[in-house]
T-cell receptor
Framework: DAGITQSPRHKVTETGTPVTLRCHQT?????MYWYRQDPGHGLRLIHY???????DKGEVSDGYSVSRSKTEDFLLTLESATSSQTSVYFC??????????????FGPGTRLTVT | GNSVTQMEGPVTLSEEAFLTINCTYT??????LFWYVQYPGEGLQLLLK?????DKGSNKGFEATYRKETTSFHLEKGSVQVSDSAVYFC???????????????FGSGTQLTVLP
């Protein structure tokens, strides 16, 4: 299994509070991604990173920011959590060059509830 | 843009039944195709992949063939087990349209339940 951990695994927070989720990898992969999973929507990309300090927006980036100061860590921040951000958040990594197949490997997820 | 359409679930089968989960896609380039599986309470695991037309991906008794002419990548298994109960996601990666993102586009997932 790819070495990907996410913390915390579960969090309950109140509307309006800031929340930071952490993704840590031990594979030294270049690409890192944050997705959210909601019923009926599959997985939707929030933000991604293609290197240290290189990040960009995905499909559903509003209300989220990210940072990557080290290859192994990718942080997702909800500046002011809202109930619509209640979801399961997955981090993924990709080497990006492995035979050009671009498969991604996923962490175990963080279940976030905003009350 | 890119999109993936999966058959709607949930799908319920008896043990040892034949499984087909349909997946069709729309892409601007020449995508790689994937099936991921998600067991309850866990992250997604790569099940199999195919990178070009007519490739067949296979793993753990599951198979899928990349059909460019029908833009499909249907998942099949000859004899399902209770342990195969999970959610299955079809996905594509289109490096031409996604550029530096190398992002995956996912279908909405199909819940499979196998009864003993």
């Amino acid at each position: 299994d790819a070495g990907i951990t996410q913390s915390p695994r579960h969090k309950v927070t109140e509307t309006g509070t800031p929340v930071t989720l952490r993704c840590h990898q031990t594979e030294n992969h270049r690409y890192m991604y944050w997705y959210r999973q909601d019923p009926g929507h599959g997985l939707r990309l929030i933000h991604y990173s293609y290197g240290v300090k290189d990040t960009d927006k995905g499909e559903v980036s509003d209300g989220y920011s990210v940072s990557r100061s080290k290859t192994e860590d990718f942080l997702l921040t909800l500046e002011s959590a809202t109930s619509s951000q209640t979801s399961v958040y997955f981090c993924a990594i990709s080497e990006g060059t492995s035979g050009f197949t671009y498969e991604q490997y996923f962490g175990p997820g963080t279940r976030l509830t905003v009350t | 843009g890119n999109s993936v359409t999966q058959m709607e679930g949930p799908v319920t089968l008896s043990e040892e039944a034949f499984l087909t989960i349909n997946c069709t896609y729309t892409a601007t380039g020449y995508p790689s195709l994937f099936w991921y599986v998600q067991y309850p309470g866990e992250g997604l695991q790569l099940l199999l992949k195919a990178t070009k037309a007519d490739d067949k991906g296979s793993n753990k008794g599951f198979e899928a063939t990349y059909r460019k002419e029908t833009t499909s990548f249907h998942l099949e298994k000859g004899s399902v087990q209770v342990s195969d109960s999970a959610v299955y996601f079809c996905a594509l990666s289109d490096p031409i349209s996604s550029g530096s993102a190398r992002q995956l586009t996912f279908g909405s997932g199909t819940q499979l339940t196998v009864l003993p």
